[in-house]
């Protein structure tokens, strides 16, 4: 880092600017191979000289410009200067405004570097600008080498994200793209949704807070899966193929390695019998020059005995010990070469013997190395055949999501269908029974004496009625207030859970364990809750048929009542007959009693008014009770959704973390 704050300093220097005193700060604190400058404000000059240095510099790995206040002109000259670069892994450029020449030279970065592989550009303005998007997503369509795109707050639309869906049907390396709080909508979403079945390698996809429906997003989680799970079958069938190979690339090694040690054992065997046929060679030539000395003893022995013919007489004992001695000699000659021979043809068979040996064993390892090739060739099987598997129960997994689902619709349709039929029977029930009291009001008005004791009976009635009305509604009111007092507990709860664990989830790694335990409680409190909720809309849905069975009650009391009151009334005129004259004296009373008999009727009207009324009211609770108990499920649902996202992603992250690589745990077999 030293002799890069020097040749900062030079180049500031050479284009007429003072080092920049923060930044020369930062350089001399910062680790090897990192460069931090965030929340430091660079100028123009300073940014030329780090393009200029970057141009050349070969130590650098990660580049923090975050918060950094960049203009326009100094981003251009830092992108241009990483543009040659060919050791930057990671560049982060958060909160940097940058706009419509920002974005151009970003584009003309993801064209040239074929280097950086994590770009973060949180916090700028770049979907304002959308002719200057679009070159930047046909960038990100030809790059090769990026394998990580932060684009939050960046104000998208709907435009910028289907410029971003033709990018990622054409990209083929990026694998971690978030896409939050930014204006993407439907219609981006739609997109997005769209290119993704063309797109292998994207296994991440963050779209929280672009007001996109749920469908969709559970489409693009999916789809992410989907991504994923190719992704690990792919990492390990790599993992499995390479393992093979490198058992196959061991077992050709002790194959080629048994080989050579049965040439070398050959050879030796070879050197053996080479070496014996120099030594019986050599034994055989001192065996004849032995003979060769004798014989040159038996010429001298010979000229010794002509020489010497004249004293034959004398010595011819010693002649006798002498052929004697030379007929010893021949013999041990005889038995020496006869032995000599056996050995030389006892050593051809057993070099013989020894090279059939060999052969056997030649034949035996090559018929060892065909069973090591059938026992390759049936793993590369049993591989297809794990993988063909694989397959199938996914798409069996697909097949009854997707009839889980129609079964959900078919009967939430047949559940809407009992709801209508159960509104259309009442409002029948209601009509049959405002026809009643109709019909109970035309024969008032003809039995005036039966009606005074049956107004007494209704009045017991009405305050029943009343009575029970009263009690209903002060029960439905309380019912009300504690629904909505757990209601808000529900929520506050699921508040403070939910900021437990964001704090928790903020936290180190060493407390994921028990942030998982945590999130499984609030699971099963919220599942506890659910279950509650169910159990006051049953009973509420009881109590509604209580109710209902109460209307069926009196309205056969009325019907009852109707039929007592067609026998009054027919006595009635009998009595009405008789008693004409009587009743013409009596038109003064009669017409106080008709006055006492609409006030009755307006009362019964009141009185029915107000029991519909406190119907509708009821049926109207329980709707807006339906509404909370559903609108709750569904945040329920979700906060299930993310909690399970969550723990998913957290244990990948842990996954990843503790295992390394997926190739540490498998060694190849010896």
Known sequence: MEEFRRTYSRLCKESGAEPQE????????????????????????????????????????ELVLSDCMLSEEGAVLLLQGLCVNTIVRFLDLKGNNLRASGAEALAKLLRQNKSIQ???????????????????????????????????????????????????????????LDLRWNHIGLLGGRALVNCLPSNRTLWKLELAGNSIPGDILRAVEQAMDHNQDRQTTFRESQARAHVLSKEVRHLREEKSKQFLDLMETIDRQREEMVRSS??????????????????????????????????????EQKAQDLGELLATTEQEQRSLAQRQAKEHRLEQQEAAERESKLLRDLSAANEKNLLLQNQVDELERKVKSQQDQLFLTRQELTNTAAELKMRAVQAEERLELEKKRSR????????????????????????????????????????????????AKAA????????????????????????????????????????????????????????????????????????????????????????????????????????????????????????????????????????????????????????????????IARIRDEEAQRASFLQNAVLAYVQGSPLRTLSPQK
């Open 278 to 315: 120099k030594a019986s060679a050599a034994r055989v030539g001192q065996l004849q020059e032995a003979l060769n000395e004798r014989h040159s003893i038996i010429n001298a022995l010979k000229a010794k005995l002509q020489m010497a013919e004249a004293a034959l007489a004398l010595s």
């Open 424 to 471: 259309q029977s009442l409002e029948d029930a209601e009509h049959l029974r405002f026809k009643e009291v109709e019909h109970m009001t035309r024969h008032l008005e003809e039995s005036e004496r039966a009606m005074q004791e049956r107004v007494q009976r209704l009045e017991a009635v009405r305050l029943s009625l009343e009575e029970e009305l009263s009690r």
């Open 476 to 635: 439905a009111l309380s019912e009300r207030s504690q629904a909505e007092e757990e209601l808000i507990k529900a929520k506050n709860q699921v508040r403070l859970e939910e900021q437990q664990r964001l704090a928790h989830l903020e936290e180190k790694l060493r407390l994921l364990a028990q942030a998982r335990d945590e999130a499984q409680s609030a699971c099963l409190q919220q599942k506890q809750v659910v279950a509650d909720a169910q159990a006051r809309a049953s009973q509420l849905g009881r109590q509604a048929e209580g109710l209902r069975r109460r209307l069926e009650e009196l309205q056969q009391e009325l019907s009852n009542k109707d039929q007592e009151k067609a026998a009054e009334v027919t006595r009635v005129r009998l009595e009405l007959q008789e008693q004409n004259g009587r009743l013409q004296a009596e038109l003064t009373a009669q017409e106080a009693l008709k006055e006492k008999a609409a006030a009755l009727e307006r009362q019964l009207k009141v009185i029915a008014s107000d029991h519909r009324e406190a119907l509708l009211d009821r049926e109207s609770e329980n709707a807006s009770l339906r509404e909370k108990l559903r609108l709750k499920q569904a945040e």
């Open 118 to 176: 994590s770009l973060t550009l949180e916090w700028n303005s770049l979907g304002t600008w959308e002719e200057a998007f679009a070159a930047f997503c046909g960038a990100l369509a030809a790059n090769g080498a990026l394998r990580q795109l932060d684009l939050r707050n960046n104000q998208i639309s709907h435009k910028g994200a289907e410029e971003l869906a033709l990018a990622l049907k054409s990209n083929t390396s990026l694998q971690q």
């Open 22 to 61: 923060t930044v020369l700060q930062q350089m001399h604190q910062l680790p090897q191979g990192r460069l931090d400058l965030a929340t430091q404000s660079l100028t123009v000059d300073t940014c030329r000289a780090l393009g200029k240095l970057l141009q050349k510099e070969a130590l650098l790995t």
